[in-house]
């Protein structure tokens, strides 16, 4: 009988636990459902839009290559995945675990009109599996990443199916370009193109890379003017790659660039294990006092609009935030450092409610996801369930300074190209040229945050 596999942020072949178990069962049937309504505010933003068009596009050719296909239908996911299985015969569909709440809840209507087997594909250890000792999940990271230390090893590595075989008749599928999925107007993935291969087979090129460079990351990580970091986020975002077979890759080069990489790649399970605990946090403040704070709301205020705007296109006079948020619009990433710099400023400096934030790298971020952005930015802001507090404003001036990210501005915010190392981070008016003015000095914006939040404690 021909068993269904139900693909999501899973695109690739190999380590793909679902798709191990159906072809191992019968004929394969890959079905991938474009389904926006279901995820609402968080359907794929643009910059997820062109990656998913290049994903489904390669995977679709690995499958091509076993004389296989992947069966593209648009609609609410389980009724076109009990269509496809009517139509070839199919009462079982297999897939990897997603927590996202629109996947959860897809999830349970499916099981109930179909045979369901889902299995842990996309985490270290997937959520649930690292409790206390009385069971709880966590809700700080810190003890969260000891215990998932005392767990290591994680399982082994799932092969890549030797066999894919073919259902006698293959459903209709929607032809990809139908889709539109890559941008037109403003046609800005130019440079995101240049800067990506995406798919499987190019995630596992950046790993091999990064198997020279993650001895370094723990000096070179912070330094937004050095390539420091795996850039491996988006192709573990749609799961071209594994964070198990990324684990298994480097297990042999332990050093302590490895180990604080280890930590970061259990960043992304607790992410996880966020969503799991509490699915509204990409819209919610976990500490309920923070719904009192009085945001500027650029629904109501031009000079918050205005200021919204200026951030989004890096115009803030801040270079260390204006170079983070171009490098975001041109390439769809940001370094780490500078997201965390960037989301500060958006937050304090500008008293902008970090769901802006949280919806603006949505849309931007080709690693977009709905767990690690929520939890990163709930956690900058001083609303999440583990946070930095509100009251530790980051200053962008001297973080700049700090990490040495002169050759960094230079590379996105052109217009400084000229000015010294000692001037770049923070430019004297007369050297500004048409760099625009700060949009408000340092200590002021610190002062207003600081005021937003006593008014806050204080009712
Ligand atoms: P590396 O430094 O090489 O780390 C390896 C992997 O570990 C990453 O690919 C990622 O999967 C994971 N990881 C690293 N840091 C974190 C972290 N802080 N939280 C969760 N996982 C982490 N990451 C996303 O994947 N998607 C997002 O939407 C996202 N939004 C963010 C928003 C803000 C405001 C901030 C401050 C951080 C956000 N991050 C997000 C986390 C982090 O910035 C990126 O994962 C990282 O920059 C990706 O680059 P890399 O692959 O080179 O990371």
């Known amino acids: ?21 159906a072809a191992a069962q019968g004929p394969v049937v890959a079905v991938y459902v474009l389904d926006d309504e279901a995820a609402d505010h968080h359907a794929y933003g643009g910059a997820s839009r062109w990656w998913l068009h290049h994903s489904l596009e390669s995977l679709g050719k690995s499958f091509g290559k076993r004389n296989s296909r992947i069966i593209l239908r648009r609609g609410d996911a389980v009724e076109e995945l009990c269509k496809v299985a009517k139509e070839v015969g199919a009462g079982t569909v297999h897939a990897n675990r997603h927590y996202e709440p629109w996947w959860r809840k897809a999830q349970g209507k499916l099981d109930e009109k179909l045979d369901l087997q889902l299995y842990d594909g996309n985490y270290i250890f997937p959520p649930g599996f690292i409790t ?28 890549e199916p030797e066999t894919i075989s073919s259902p006698e008749n293959w459903p209709d ?29 190019a995630a596992h090129t950046r790993l091999s890379e990064w198997e020279d460079d993650v001895a370094d990351y723990d000096d070179q990580r912070n330094l937004p003017s050095i390539d420091g970091s795996s850039r491996l986020s988006p192709h573990l975002h749609f799961g071209e790659i594994s964070p198990i077979q990324i684990w298994h890759a480097l297990k042999h080069k332990r050093s302590d660039g490895w180990e604080t990489y280890e930590s970061e790649l259990v960043w992304r399970d607790y992410a996880q294990n966020v969503i799991a605990q509490f699915p509204a946090y990409p819209s919610e403040n976990y500490r309920e006092d923070y719904d009192r704070i009085a945001w500027r709301n650029p629904d109501k205020d031009e000079e918050a609009a205005g200021d919204l705007r200026a951030w989004q296109k890096g115009q803030t006079g801040y270079p260390i935030v204006d170079a983070g948020m171009r ?8 370094h780490n450092r500078v997201r965390m710099i960037a989301a500060s400023f958006l937050i304090k400096h500008l008293l902008i409610d970090w769901r802006r934030g949280e919806q603006w790298f949505w849309d931007t971020l080709v690693d977009a996801d709905y767990a690690s952005n929520a939890t990163n930015w709930q956690w900058v802001s001083g609303t999440g369930v583990d946070s930095n507090m509100f009251v530790r404003i980051m200053a ?4 700049s300074e700090k990490f040495d990210a002169a050759g960094y501005i230079r590379e996105y915010v052109p217009e400084l190209n000229d000015l010294s190392d000692a001037d770049i981070h923070d430019p004297p008016d007369e050297k500004r040229g048409d760099y625009p003015d700060k949009l408000i000095p340092h200590k002021a914006g610190r002062e207003r945050a600081l005021e937003a939040y006593r008014a806050m404690k204080n009712g």
């Not at 206390?132 to 799932?158: E, L, M, N, Q």
């Not at 962008?396 to 973080?399: A, D, G, H, K, V």
Request: glycine letters at 6%.
């Open 1 to 21: 009988e021909p068993q269904i596999l139900w693909l999501r942020r899973d695109l690739r072949m190999a380590d793909n636990p679902a798709l191990h178990a």
């Open 132 to 159: 206390t000792g009385s069971g709880d999940p966590y809700k700080i990271y810190t003890p969260f990443y000891k215990s998932s230390k005392a767990k290591f090893p994680p399982r082994d590595t799932v092969p």
């Open 173 to 201: 599928s929607d032809v990809i370009s139908d889709w539109d999925l890559l941008p037109t107007k403003p046609d800005w993935s130019g440079g995101i193109a240049d800067f990506w291969e995406v798919g499987e087979d």
């Open 327 to 334: 490098q975001l619009w041109q390439t769809g990433w940001m």
């Open 396 to 399: 962008p001036l001297s973080q």
